[in-house]
């Protein structure tokens, strides 16, 4: 598991490979990823946006923005833990990601940024 903390956001990765969502002759290795947010400051929020920046070992790089996540933007109250699990596929059996969400305190409407800490894709096989 991977964990950091960004003002008093606690953001945690569990990734996994797909080798049935995969087909290696074609480049295809699929991988799933859970994340967890958990508030641990003292302000609700709500996450509005989402930013990916993922690496194939090919030398590939692809950028992801967009809305919430999986079609949610959550609010989160102190001590509120919210969970996702997500997909990514790449053209080889290694890579990574890493990001940011975009939250918005209530409070204030202040906006900050949550970095998502960089995570490693894997094909199980290349671990042995």
């Given amino acids: 598991m991977t964990t950091q903390i960004t003002s008093g956001i606690k953001i945690s990765v569990i990734t996994r490979y797909q080798p049935e969502y995969s087909n ?10 859970r994340i967890t947010i958990e508030n641990l400051s003292d302000y609700t929020i709500q996450l509005v946006r989402r930013h990916w ?3 194939d070992s090919i030398g590939s790089n692809k950028q992801v923005d967009g809305e919430g996540v999986v079609g949610e933007q959550p609010v989160l109250a102190p ?11 790449l053209k080889s059996d290694m890579g990574f990601m890493e990001g940011y969400y975009e939250m918005i305190r209530e409070l204030d409407n ?5 970095h998502i800490p960089r995570f490693q894709l894997i094909a199980d096989y290349r671990l042995n």
């Fill in 110 to 114: 202040s906006i900050f940024h949550v």
């Fill in 79 to 89: 001590g509120d833990v919210h969970q996702y699990m997500s997909g990514c596929n």
């Fill in 24 to 33: 290696p002759d074609s480049e295809h290795f699929m991988f799933a990823y």
């Fill in 53 to 55: 920046n993922i690496y």
